[in-house]
């Protein structure tokens, strides 16, 4: 039979199997109407670049769960995606074009659009790449673009119902207007960001009467856009000119004065002006008074015609020949500095401009509505929990989605404008005449569609809506949809929204938010500062395994991660450790049999109880953990199992049998549980498992009976029957025994190899720790060993060190190298420790929101250690007054 190799490959070893899997057609589930499928939908990744951190995490997380589910016999889909990222796209390829001194409008939308679409295509084919890297098992025979075929039929279908029902609508609405990508965004694209700026007073003079009405605004030039004064009508200043009017200065116009409730007395003079088109607030209270839109930019920001002598200018290079102009004329009261915050574009962090635009908007309360409905109701879940309240927040306060973008890059809008009636045609397929008047002479609308329009429908559009698809009759609604908190309302919610609005089902039970990767001090991680960690890198120098480990395990929803160097080399550490272990095992088993023979399903022996009782807790428990989405804690387990309950424990009390060929001999059980623990691991580290378990696949007597891959598998389920309290109470002492001498003997710098002499001294115990009195001698070099019951020990008269344990005490000689101040220290040491951990336990055993929220047996297990604890106490101020009397005597 094959040996495998010394050291892990990672590399070779990966490219190999996900190669297999992907030949045999794992990933691909089958449609069987007996069972309940289980479905995620991938997040599409934007086809921006490359892969990052957070998609590892995501694709690994998702990665978990689907390998889980396919190994309970889940017919399993796991669809992958990416998104074509509108905006954030044609930014990227501006940006190249711009390397070379072009720009988009030079070479024209044709060519542009066709650039994009080559730079799209290498994307894909990356970020493909790079999640099969990962080990990502997902079915790639269904792989979608948002711009493909399928999905943008649907993103046609479902604008042309809305529209159909009317939550779809053209308006002159307030948008925010990115001057440098020239589109309009929506309010998630904005970043806040907060500036010093400064508050200018302006005077308006009155046009009937002598005077000024002075106005505060920190944007001066926009007073060119000025369509009133508003004040508030409890403003005893201002009584008297309400219903007058004012001249704007320079450019001479006489607007007038309005009284509007929402006016804040408090703000600057109390007066402000009104620039409906340039401002939202305004906005509202020009619709409420049936004032004038004067807009006063071109779409780059420039000052255009309305502003008459500043036509031209550029916005700050406006403002400040307005100021300067203003102070000429003594209309400027005064300047003061002003903290606030103002919108940036969240792609090219340029100013935006909030303006009044013809733009395409969905009505949005409409759909929220049944979509709070939904997580009110228990149907969608969100975990973690806090979120929820979030959601709610953000959808009861939704306000109009701006759709519309004039970008090059996207879904284009499927309306068509008629030059002969002006009236438009909505049509999902490209319509050759105007359905109204019927001329030929109709031109489709310019614009694309926001990219979040075709996200929200991702998880519907993939499966093959608006068709009535097998895949959407059997995969729809999913299962989980798995995402970082960060785009909870950019998509989550918006999924929500679109999958009942066009499909009249939920998109998904659950909704799992994950937290962003930090570096190992917390710090955000980015470029600037010089801590990014990159995948593929990580990947070449730890192998894909402990890249997934390091950024799961011991995690939690919703909690950011923190990475570094430490996590990722301890990951590779516990790769290494599994290896060897592995390697042991099949060298003994090839030494002892050329195959394996079947376990004792109830083992005789203690240690072997304890592993098999051990392991199906650990079962149990990851079974539950993974049932409530803690996959991280359910990898710490399994981690906390393999490395110390398995290898540093089990494996080294099976070798002592093992050399000394006593029976039963330890390796069927020591197989069983490795084959186990490696199927409890594969969702986490998919390719060291399948690689051991194959090698020792190969040694097992029903070898023909199983799988062919680890992929499938089924995730081990556990014994109750295995359960073994009484062992495990054995087995804990026994390892306090061991540790507390190799404790010693290393404190003492008593050589590995020497021998000494010991006694333990044991309370119920005494006769089943006696039959691991072999265990203990050969784990801690300790001959003769003598087993006594703990009332048998009579006061000391040689010089000893005592460990007072748990449930057993330890005398070792010490022949001279004691120092007795030393000991006395270390027992007083002890005993604090003691009454600290038995002052906890009392408070906890006093307190009532744990006793009545814990079951019995919990509150039971507390109690008896509780009395295991007062026991040890008294024993440590036993020997503590003994050593003072001893001293004494000497
Ligand atoms: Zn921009
Ligand atoms: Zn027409």
Aim: proline share 6%.
């Amino acid at each position: 039979m094959s040996q495998i190799p010394r050291a892990y490959e990672p590399g070779r070893i990966e490219k190999k199997w996900y190669k297999l899997w992907l030949e045999q057609g794992y990933f691909t589930p089958q449609i069987d109407p007996s069972k309940k499928p289980f479905v995620i939908i991938m997040p599409p990744p934007n086809v921006t670049g490359e892969l990052h951190l957070g998609h590892a995490l995501t694709a690994t997380l998702e990665d978990i769960m689907v390998r889980w589910h396919r190994m309970k016999g889940e017919p399993t889909l796991w669809l992958p995606g990416t998104d074509h990222a509108g905006i954030a796209t044609q930014v990227v390829v501006e940006q190249q074009l711009a390397k070379q001194g072009q720009t988009k409008d030079e070479i024209g939308r044709e060519k542009f659009t066709k650039l994009t679409w080559q730079w799209a295509d290498k994307s894909r084919k990356d970020i493909r790449h790079q999640h099969q890297l990962l080990g990502a098992s997902c079915d790639w025979t269904r792989e979608r673009f948002t711009l493909d075929e399928g999905p943008s039929e649907a993103v046609r279908t479902a604008f042309v119902r809305l529209y159909n029902k009317g939550l779809i609508y053209r308006g002159e609405r307030m948008i925010n207007w990115c001057p440098r990508c020239q589109t309009a965004l929506s309010d998630l694209e904005v970043e806040h960001k907060d500036i010093v700026g400064h508050l200018y007073y302006v005077r308006y003079p009155l046009t009937e009467n002598e005077g000024f009405v002075t106005v505060a605004t920190t944007r001066p030039e926009t007073f060119l856009g000025d369509t009133a004064v508003a004040v508030n009508p409890e403003d005893e200043r201002y009584k008297n000119i309400i219903g007058r009017s004012v001249t704007l200065p320079i450019i001479d116009k006489e607007i007038p004065v309005i009284a509007d409730d929402a006016v804040d007395t408090s703000f600057g003079t109390g007066a402000l002006k009104i620039t409906p088109a340039h401002d939202p607030t305004d906005f509202e209270v020009a619709q409420r008074h049936n004032l004038p839109l004067v807009n006063i930019m071109n779409p780059d920001a420039s000052m255009n015609e309305n502003a008459g002598p500043y036509q031209g200018l550029e916005r700050f290079a406006c403002r400040d020949k307005i100021v300067a102009d203003l102070k000429d004329r003594n209309l400027l009261e005064k300047i003061e500095p002003y903290f606030h915050s103002v919108g940036h574009c969240g792609r090219c962090q340029t100013m935006i401009e909030p303006e009044v635009s013809l733009q395409w908007f969905v009505q949005t309360q409409p759909l929220a509505k049944p979509a709070i409905e939904a997580v009110k109701d228990g149907k969608i879940n969100i975990i973690p929990e806090r979120f929820t309240k979030t959601y709610f927040d953000w959808m009861e306060n939704i306000r109009d989605w701006c759709i519309s973008r004039q970008l090059w890059w996207g879904h284009r809008i499927p309306v068509w404008y008629c030059q002969e009636c002006d009236k438009l045609t909505v049509s999902v397929d490209e319509p050759s005449a105007c359905t109204h008047c019927s001329s030929k002479q109709i031109i489709q609308d310019p614009d694309v569609l926001d990219t979040w329009f075709s996200s929200a429908l991702w998880t519907h559009s993939t499966l093959g809506w608006p068709e009535d698809t097998d895949d959407l009759r059997y995969f729809y609604p999913t299962s989980v949809m798995e995402t970082g908190y960060d785009i909870i309302f950019f998509w989550v919610a918006r999924m929500i929204m679109m999958g009942l609005e066009d499909t009249d089902e939920i998109p998904f039970h659950t909704v799992y938010l994950h937290g962003l990767i930090r570096d190992e001090s917390g710090e955000k991680m980015s470029k600037l500062r010089g801590n990014v960690i990159n995948p593929a890198e990580a990947i070449s120098k730890y192998g894909v395994d402990a890249l997934r480990f390091a950024i799961t395990t011991g995690t939690s929803p919703g909690n950011d991660i923190n990475l570094g160097k430490g996590k990722l080399e301890s990951s590779r550490n516990f790769v290494n450790k599994l290896w060897n272990a592995t390697r042991f095992i099949l060298r003994s088993l090839d030494a002892e049999a050329p195959k394996g023979q079947a376990v004792d399903e109830r083992p005789q022996k203690i240690e072997d109880q304890w592993i098999h009782s051990q392991l199906n807790q650990l079962i149990k428990n990851v079974t539950e953990l993974m049932e409530e989405f803690q996959f991280g804690e359910a990898e710490q387990q399994i981690y906390d199992f393999v490395w110390s309950k398995l290898c540093d424990w089990y494996i080294e009390i099976a070798k002592i049998r093992l050399r000394s060929q006593l029976t039963p001999s330890p390796l069927p059980l020591l197989v069983d549980t490795l084959e186990k623990s490696l199927r409890l691991l594969h969702p986490f580290m998919p390719f060291i498992t399948e690689e051991l378990w194959q090698s020792l696949k190969q040694r097992l007597p029903d070898e023909d009976q199983m799988p062919a891959s680890i992929v499938l598998a089924p995730y081990p389920l556990a014994d109750d029957k295995a359960i073994a309290p009484e062992a495990e109470r054995v087995m804990d002492s026994v390892i306090e025994i061991v540790r507390s001498i190799r404790n010693i003997r290393a404190q003492y710098k008593v050589k590995p190899d020497k021998w000494i002499e010991a006694q333990v001294y044991t309370g119920e115990l005494l006769s089943s720790l006696s039959t691991q009195a072999n265990i203990i001698e050969t784990l801690a070099k300790v001959r003769p060993l003598k087993m006594l019951g703990r009332q048998e020990r009579e006061p000391d008269k040689d010089k000893v060190l005592v460990l007072v344990l748990k449930e057993a005490e330890v005398v070792l000689p010490l022949a001279g190298m004691i120092d007795r101040l030393a000991e006395e220290q270390r027992l007083l040491k002890e005993s604090e420790e003691t009454k600290a951990r038995i002052a906890q336990l009392d408070a906890r055993l006093k307190d009532n929101a744990f006793l009545n929220k814990a079951p019995p047996q919990v509150i039971d297990k507390e109690k008896q250690k509780l009395a295991m604890l007062e026991d040890k106490l008294k024993r440590l101020h036993q020997e503590l007054s003994q050593l003072s009397s001893s001293s004494a005597d000497s």
